[in-house]
């Protein structure tokens, strides 16, 4: 099984490549996505890393408040989007 965990305060210059290998030193990284925004294309500072789900506990513990490119990184598991509703 896998989960998703949520990373905040990105580095607008980090790529979804460092992204994943820093994640990587502490268990088994299945993808590292980056949110950019529609109209720029330009990082919106947050992304998500889907992990192992054996691994998780220790990359939240080891991630959450690690220092990259001078930004201090919030992970968390992350929650399900909340439903939109359609006019």
Request: without cysteine; proline residues 3%; aromatic residues 8%.
């Amino acid at each position: 099984m896998t989960k998703t965990l949520y990373v905040g305060n990105l580095p607008w210059a980090v790529s979804e490549e460092e992204l994943a290998q820093e994640f990587a030193a502490h268990g088994e990284v299945i993808s590292a996505r980056i949110i950019s925004d529609r109209e720029t294309g330009r990082s919106r500072g947050f992304g998500f890393v889907e992990v192992n789900e054996d691994d998780a506990a220790r990359m939240v513990e080891a991630m959450n408040g690690y220092m990259l490119g001078g930004r201090e990184l919030n992970v968390n598991e992350a929650q399900p989007r909340p439903e939109r509703r359609r006019y």
